[in-house]
Nanobody
């Protein structure tokens, strides 16, 4: 069982920045992957970014490449998503994910 708790969402103007954090606990494999997904209003949930914990490999959706950065804090069991140059279309509920475990989600709203 893995528990995921997100924090850091909020309201920001277009062009602004936000930082999301996801603290996790529970049993994981040795080289596990943590990911961020998001669900825009009226749309399906979509992949944003992921990171392999052991070798710190990262992957990003094309829509966020160059603007978002995923990283890990090994000591704090936390995965961080730094979001820069936010756009209106980044508005969504952002979810932390590990395998079939999901956090409760945190709302990010970007005003145009």
């Amino acid at each position: 069982q893995v528990q995921l708790v997100e924090s850091g969402g909020g309201l920001v103007q277009a062009g602004g920045n936000l930082k999301l954090s996801c603290m996790f606990s529970g049993r994981t494999a040795k080289n596990f992957v943590m990911a961020w997904f998001r669900q825009p209003p009226g749309k399906e949930r979509e992949f944003v970014a992921d990171i392999s914990w052991a070798d710190v490999r990262t992957h990003y959706a094309e829509s966020v490449k160059g603007r978002f950065t995923i990283s890990r804090d090994n000591a704090e069991n936390t995965v961080v998503l730094n979001m820069n140059s936010l756009k209106f279309e980044d508005t969504a509920v952002y979810y932390c994910n590990h395998k079939n475990f999901w956090g409760q989600g945190t709302q990010v709203t970007v005003s145009s």
